[in-house]
Nanobody
């Protein structure tokens, strides 16, 4: 059963940085549109960064200029570099295809931005 595995979350002070990574161990996803999603207080998972094939990245306005999504095809991973973090960036982060495939959801990784 394919399921994405996210890692890299943690507690960071405002203004700090984190790098999230995601893999399913399958190279098939290297050519698929992928996205990072953030869970809202209402338990919805909204995409915040997406990467297409060929490589083109899109971001929601709230993270534009601070977050960077990328692929490492050698490692079959999708990464999210997060800089200048703000308290409102806190939440559980997931990766999935874009649009998402229900059976691929993993456990996510928690990001907490707090002083």
């Amino acid at each position: 059963q394919v399921q994405f595995v996210e890692a890299g979350g943690g507690l960071v002070q405002p203004g700090g940085s984190l790098t999230l990574s995601c893999t399913a161990g399958r190279s098939i996803f290297n050519r698929m549109p992928m996205a990072w999603y953030r869970e809202t207080p209402e338990n919805r998972r909204e995409w915040i960064a997406q990467i297409t094939d060929p490589e083109r990245a899109n971001y929601v306005d709230s993270v534009k200029g601070r977050f960077t999504i990328s692929r490492d095809t050698a490692k079959d991973t999708v990464n999210l570099q997060m800089n200048a973090l703000k308290p409102e960036d806190s939440g559980r982060y997931y990766c999935n295809t874009h649009p998402p495939t229900q059976r691929y959801w993993g456990q996510g990784t928690q990001v907490t931005v707090s002083s």
